[in-house]
């Protein structure tokens, strides 16, 4: 896509969107009281041209939701943007002109280049109108959940060194602990610490823990600590424990943590092949009729994308259609739920869940990149399921475990030059 093809998408983007920038109008300043040593922005007059003719001012009842993240002293859109996999700075700006407030990226996105394309797209954008977030990925042992040697303080810092001058920023909002699965990780006392000096001294407002796995364990244990500030979960209708979930959900809201929901997508597709994809706008919405997400983080990627996520942001009543495009319980789906129940039942000991990752970033977020980087954390040695001659894991989710394995290690073969 040329420069031309993508500033002419935004056009059109914001020309067919109800929001468009009409949509920033009555919105609350997100960042209204900064917590120690972070700069008082100064009010600043609202600029926003008038929407074009094709555009009008929402009506009452499809002004932007909002909701009070946590404790904060925040009131954000219900509707975030995860930027992980956006290659197009004209696509976050578009998302910026159209109501969205909060971007979240990490530190090991695209090797760095999301949080360098975001850092150009809000330079020239004043400092009280948005919210970033990134995240600080350490070394895990998979097994364990625990960090290994070679995850320290030191190295932590200069990740977050490093994320702070890509995105141009002297603080962020939210730094989260990236990828945590158990308890003990989550109170990792080394960089509890750490994380709670860079918010006394101003280079971060609030402190995040992110899970993909045992939420409710991560969840409590980030209550448990009264450190964190917010909660990065993995929740979706797919979940085979929501209830689970939604109860710790209301454990942390109710002790005054702001959720923050991805995942919701649900893995995208019902099917390997994609012919079959799930209600995107459908699956956004059943996620938001939890009071307790505050904001939800979908992935947005394309224009087409965004304008549904926007239209979202203004109505999360689900309609009959929509409910029952989510309960096609006899699609298996392509998510994987992460209860790692698997792992001690794999005679080859494969690190299963991270392998089942990597399928869905490849066929169902169509993201070969991702999935290359997460299968090379699984450490997959050889073709492990050849060896076995039936697969003794039962999965929660349905999935023929074995199939899917030995169609994925064909990734690990793949050169990463060529879908870099």
Not at 136 to 162: C, L, P
Not at 227 to 247: G, I, K, M, S
Not at 360 to 384: D, F
Request: include cysteine.
């Amino acid at each position: 896509m040329t420069r031309d093809d993508s500033t002419k998408g935004r056009r059109d983007f914001l020309k067919k969107s109800v929001t468009g920038i009409a949509g920033m109008t009555g919105l609350p300043t997100v960042l209204g009281s900064c917590s120690k040593g972070v700069p008082e922005a100064e009010p600043i007059e609202d600029t926003a041209a008038a929407p074009p003719a094709e555009a009008k001012a929402p009506a009452a009842e499809g002004k932007i939701i909002t909701r009070k993240f946590g404790n904060s002293g925040l009131e954000l859109p219900i509707v975030s943007m995860g930027v992980m996999d956006a290659e197009n700075p004209d696509l976050v700006r578009a998302a910026l002109d159209a109501g969205i407030v909060h971007l979240d990226t990490a530190n090991v996105y695209q090797g760095g280049r999301n949080e360098e394309m975001i850092g150009g797209v809000i330079k020239d954008v004043p400092r009280d109108s948005f919210v970033i977030a990134t995240k600080i990925y350490e070394d895990q042992d998979r097994r364990s959940g625990m960090f290994t040697e070679n995850a320290t303080k030191e190295t932590f810092m200069e990740k977050f060194e490093q994320s702070l001058g890509r995105l141009g920023l002297d603080y962020v909002e939210i730094l989260y602990l990236h990828s945590i699965g158990t308890r003990e990780a989550t109170l990792y006392e080394p960089y509890l610490e750490l994380m709670q000096k860079l918010k006394d001294e101003g280079r971060i407002r609030l402190i995040g823990v992110s899970t993909h796995s045992k939420e409710p364990e991560v969840i409590r244990a980030a209550i448990e600590s009264k450190v964190y500030d917010v909660v990065l979960t993995a929740y979706n209708f797919r979940q085979p424990h929501v209830a689970e979930v939604e109860a710790a959900m209301k454990e942390a809201s109710d002790a005054g943590l702001s959720i923050v929901a991805m995942k919701t997508q649900a893995g995208v597709y019902w099917d390997r092949e994609r012919q079959r994809p799930i209600n995107m706008k459908a699956a956004l919405k059943w996620a938001l009729q939890n009071d307790y997400v505050h904001t939800a983080i979908p992935g947005i990627t394309t224009f087409d994308q965004l304008e549904l996520d926007v239209s979202v942001m203004k109505d999360i009543k689900l309609t009959p259609a929509e409910e029952l495009d989510l309960k096609q319980d006899d699609q298996m789906g392509l998510f994987c739920d992460q209860c790692r129940k698997c792992v001690g039942q794999c005679r080859m000991g494969v690190e299963i869940p991270t392998v089942m990752r990597s399928y869905m970033y490849a066929y169902g977020y169509r993201n070969l990149r991702s999935a290359k980087e997460t299968l090379e954390t699984a450490g997959l040695t050889g073709s492990p399921c050849d060896q076995c001659g039936s697969c003794t894991v039962d999965c929660t989710m349905k999935f023929d475990v074995k199939s899917k394995i030995t169609d994925i290690a064909r990734l690990r073969d793949v050169p990463s030059d060529l879908i870099a």
